[in-house]
């Protein structure tokens, strides 16, 4: 069973590291991490009071789902940087500061940025100013982060996981978990190196990803994003997230001021099927926390290594920004009898889905009003269409039925938001979604019977 940081505990914040970071070293460059090393581009929308805003997050609801079985939840932050690229803090101290924010699993992924080879004297002339100043890890900084992973792990209690971020400034960062090996940005400006790295198995001569999991990065920040969502039908078992919460941005609409469209639809549109996650991307020395930033909600079987991997292949997981949300989702096709739960897939032609939806925090969230919205595809819209939308109580079970058809919708997601604060990166005009998101589960996909 798993465990978390006893209820009610004062969560001591590690100490700032003193002096200089590569973070700031990266600054004064000529800007490879974007993403890392400056502000988030996108509006913030601080969650304020009433949602989270003092520094110790919460333990929250309980850990059972009230619509399911077999699993238990357990909070995670899958992205942070240290010292070992462009973040401030020690990474000796990461573990324990997300630990102590009350988080049961926490991952470090420093920058795997460009190759030597690449940027030898030749070529540095030629590659625009982005890709100069690199500040990534090396073979010794990722087996440090397997050293200290190792230490700070304790199945059943806290799960501390290695990873990296492979970064490409113009295309976009992608994280990697579970592998023996990472990779650096070998050829600029395109996304196959890495996805045929994910597909290959570590040999004597060359290293490989077989086995890892990966997921797409603050969608995109970058302007290339991922080659368009570029797809391998190869890699789409590996590649089991998208963010749609980083820092306190909410994805959906990033790039729609610009007339890009939606991420949400652009990668699921592309084949890949990704969950949704909620990440901190912490830069400083306060790992899990504050409150408000992005997190994640894992339904595993297991609280170890083990367990959580076998989640993020299911895509049993939900993004938010508060902690200590529950959220479970489980769709139910009134025409097959079939049942899906978030990241599954449901049997379904045409008609009526029931949705069964699990949404808690603690006390002070209980009877609070929030919204349902069931997103959906919509053929030549550039952002998803409210299928759905439907009042829900904090602290019940709610149910209501939704109109879907494969021909038209091969997938959905519910987002929970708050009709009453404004998402900070809207889309259209009148869009549902322009209000605040509080959380979105990952999506259930519709398979023709």
Not at 13 to 26: F, I
Not at 229 to 235: G, H, L, Q, S, V
Not at 429 to 445: F, K, M, R, T
Request: with cysteine; glycine share 12%; proline share 6%.
């Amino acid at each position: 069973m798993c465990d978390h940081s006893p209820a009610g505990q004062p969560h001591a914040h590690p100490e700032p590291t003193p002096g200089l970071g590569r973070r700031d070293v990266a600054r004064a460059g000529s800007g490879l991490l974007i993403a890392g090393g400056l502000a988030a581009t996108t509006g913030a929308a601080a969650p304020g009071a009433g949602w989270g805003s003092t520094d110790a997050p919460r333990p929250g609801a309980s850990r059972d789902s009230r619509i399911s079985r077999g699993t238990r939840l357990v909070h995670a932050d899958l992205h942070n940087h240290t010292l070992l690229s462009d973040g401030d803090g020690d990474p000796a101290a990461a573990f324990a500061s997300m630990r102590n924010a009350g988080l049961d699993v926490a991952a470090l992924t420093d920058h795997a940025t460009l190759s030597d080879s690449v940027l030898g004297e030749v070529l540095a002339g030629l590659l625009p100013a982005e890709y100069k100043q690199v500040a990534g890890i090396t073979p010794g900084d990722f087996a440090r982060t397997g050293r200290l992973a190792d230490a700070a792990d304790r199945p059943g209690r806290f799960t501390a996981i290695r990873g990296f971020e492979w970064s490409e400034p113009l295309l976009g960062h992608v994280n990697v978990w579970f592998s023996e090996h990472y990779i650096d940005v070998v050829q600029a400006g395109v996304m196959q190196p890495l996805l045929a790295w994910l597909r290959r198995e570590p040999g004597l001569v060359l290293d490989g990803g077989a086995g890892a999991l990966a997921g797409f990065n603050h969608p995109g920040r970058e302007p290339g994003r991922f080659q368009e969502f570029t797809y391998d039908p190869r890699a789409r078992q590996q590649l089991v997230s998208m963010e749609i919460f980083n820092r306190e941005d909410d994805y959906l609409f990033e790039g729609f001021s610009d007339g890009r469209s939606s991420p949400l639809t652009a990668c699921l549109g592309a084949g890949w099927r990704t969950g949704l996650l909620g990440v901190t991307d912490e830069h400083g020395t306060d790992w899990g926390f504050p409150e408000g930033k992005g997190r994640t909600g894992l339904w595993v079987k297991r609280h170890d290594r083990a367990g959580v991997k076998e989640a993020m292949r299911a895509r049993r997981f939900f993004a938010t920004r508060t902690s200590g949300l529950r959220l479970d989702v489980v769709a139910r096709s009134r025409r097959s009898e079939r049942v899906a739960r978030m990241g599954g897939v449901l049997p379904h032609d045409s008609g009526r889905v029931r949705l069964r939806i699990d949404l808690a925090r603690d006390r002070t969230w209980r009877g609070r009003r929030l919204q349902a919205q069931v997103l959906v595809p919509e053929a030549g819209a550039d952002v998803p269409r409210v299928a759905a939308l439907r009042e829900v109580a904090v602290g019940a079970v709610s149910e209501f039925d939704v109109a879907l058809d494969t021909r038209r919708e091969d997938w959905f997601v519910v987002r929970i938001a708050d009709p009453e604060r404004r998402n900070a990166t809207p889309g259209p005009a009148g869009h549902p979604a322009n209000a605040l998101g509080v959380a979105y589960a990952s999506p259930i996909w519709l398979r023709a019977r």
